[in-house]
Each structure stands twice: as structure tokens, then as C-alpha cells.
């Protein structure tokens, strides 16, 4: 049986085209700069976010966690959302690696309040640490996509005092895609962004940390330290080529499926789907009003071929993907009616 694996974008399988691009990469050793694959990929992708240059990194954590270890210094103070991935998800990786103290502010659905940030950037005063950074999240990993409106004004304030933003833009493409517009509109309200090549776009591992030329000569040095010189990279790069030129615009395929998905498990009695938040390629409801076990559902969907995460601070969420297609969505659909109803 074909199993639907609903728990993330990042257990995508390389596609047959990466996979033979992988055999046939010519590779050298990186940390000598010598790997052309990897150099291909790096100019390419900073081509496609407009920035001078771009950086190959293991993975979105050690790419966010890379950019505030190169903007800031120890003791430094970095402003972002209370929710977003550089708080919740990556360890406290900030405080290890970076030194860094974060200034979280409550976000709303994802977005920061523009008039906090300015009154949260600090003053010049003995007793307060300085502001090293400003992190934004676009697309949200709550499934949203943060407005052009938002990014300007925050990327504005930060021009006007000075301080750099980075843009931890796992799900960039996605982004793109939901507010249709290149992606450079999105990147130029930030100086360095990070973006996966292992989500949506299916690559097996790597992300891209992309800024200006300086930025990322400071960044390859502190890559190395951090334990990210990689030598042969390039059979990773040429997956990561074909991610960034082939697989960048059918994600709206997964925004379609989710949804589509999203709307009509909203149908299901009891079950309260947040069609709002469908922005990209991830459905989110809660059951508590089904009376159904969560846990339980996970075994069912287990039995049926679908698996799926266990529910976190009372959410459920189903992600769609490349090898998730409209048949398949009908199949969960199915399913989910089969043991709710
Ligand atoms: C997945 C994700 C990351 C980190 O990527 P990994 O490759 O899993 O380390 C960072 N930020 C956001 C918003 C993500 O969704």
C-alpha cells in the first residue's frame, strides 16, 4: 500500500530527476571552494532573491542559527516573534551558538506590530544590551503568509535605525506563490534570508543563507566553525539546482490540495478546520468537539496508509506535498469521514 505521509513537507523524497542528477554531479571539496555544483547552486540562488551572493548550509536551523551568529555579537539583543521557528524550534540554539539574548514580541497570526518593534529597538545606554537584529518568518509556520505591508514597515524602521533584518524564509517559495508575486518583491525587505531546498521543493538536505558579498565571506567562516564545511556538497547541490529551477512553481499544487483538503474536512461534523489560515500547503483543525481521541485517530489513519503527527497544543496538522497528489487527497478525505462520522 502507498503510504500518504501527512506529517510534514520535509519527508518529501528527492524526485527520479534529482536522484540521477546526484550520480552524475561533478563534485570537488567545498571548504576549498572547489566544488563547481556548489558554486552553480549558490550563484543561482542568490540570482533568485536578488542578493549578492548565497551560502549552501545542512539545514534551516544551522542557516537561521548562522545568520545571528554573523549579524550579531555576543550579548547582543535580537527582536522576533514569540512563535516563530528561531524560538520554538531550534533548541535555544540562539543562546549557545550566537550568544544572543531574544526580545520576543507577541505576534499576531505571525506578523510583528511594526510600532513595537520601534519602540522595542534600543537606545544607546550603559546598562542595555544593543539591538544586533530583527527576524521575520515568511511563510509562518503556522501555514500563514505575512503581508507585503507588514514586511515593508518593518523593514523600514529597521533601515532607519540601522539594524539588519533576517528573514527566515523556510517556506519562501510558498510565500511567493500565495501572494503571486517574484520573490525578490518579498527579499528585498530583508538583508540576508534563509530558505530550505528540503521542504516543498523535495531536495534530501540543505538550505541557502543568501546576503551581500560581506555577509556571506563572514558567514563561510563561522559555517566552518559551526561544522558546516561540507567537501564533495555537490551531490547534494545538483537535487538543490533541480529544486530551485523545477520545483518552485507547482508548490501551488500543494496549496490547492491543502485547501481543498481544508475545506472539506470543515464539512465533517464537530470538526474545526482554520480555513483562514490556509495560506500554503498546511491544514490546521482542532477535534475536540468530535469527541474523538486524537490518539486514536492517528492509529486509524496509521492503519489506513496515512500517517500523521500526533496533535501539539491542541491542533492537528496535515501537510501536503509533491508525492501527496488529488487522488490521494480524496483517499484522506475518505478516510477521515470513515472514522469521524
Ligand atoms: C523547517 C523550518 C526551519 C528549519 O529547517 P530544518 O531544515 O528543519 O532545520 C526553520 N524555519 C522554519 C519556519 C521552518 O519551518
Known sequence: MKKIDLRSDTVTQPTQKMREAMFH?????????????????????????????????????????????????RGDEVILGDDCHIVMHEVGGASVIAGVQLRTLMSDKGELNSNEVAEKIREDDIHFPSTGLICIENAHSNGRVISMENMKSIYQIAKSRQIPVHMDGARLFNAASYLEVNVVEITKYCDSVMFCLSKGLCAPIGSMLAGTKNFIDHARKKRKLMGGGLRQAGFLGAAGLIALKEMRERLKEDHENALRLGKELS??????????????????????????????????????????????DGMMRYVTNYWINQGDIDYIIKSMREILI
Open 25 to 73: 554531479a561533478v563534485v570537488g571539496d567545498d571548504v576549498y571552494e572547489d566544488d563547481p555544483t556548489i558554486k552553480e547552486l549558490e550563484e543561482y540562488a542568490a540570482k533568485i532573491v536578488g542578493k549578492e551572493d548565497a551560502l549552501f548550509v545542512p539545514s534551516g536551523t544551522f542557516g537561521n542559527q548562522l545568520a545571528l551568529f554573523t549579524h550579531c555579537k
Open 267 to 312: 464539512q465533517i461534523p464537530g470538526l474545526e478546520v482554520f480555513l483562514d489560515d490556509i495560506h500554503i500547503n498546511m491544514v490546521y483543525f482542532c477535534m475536540s468537539q468530535t469527541g474523538y481521541n486524537p490518539d486514536r485517530l492517528v492509529e486509524e489513519m496509521n492503519k489506513r496508509g496515512i500517517i500523521i503527527n500526533p496533535i501539539e
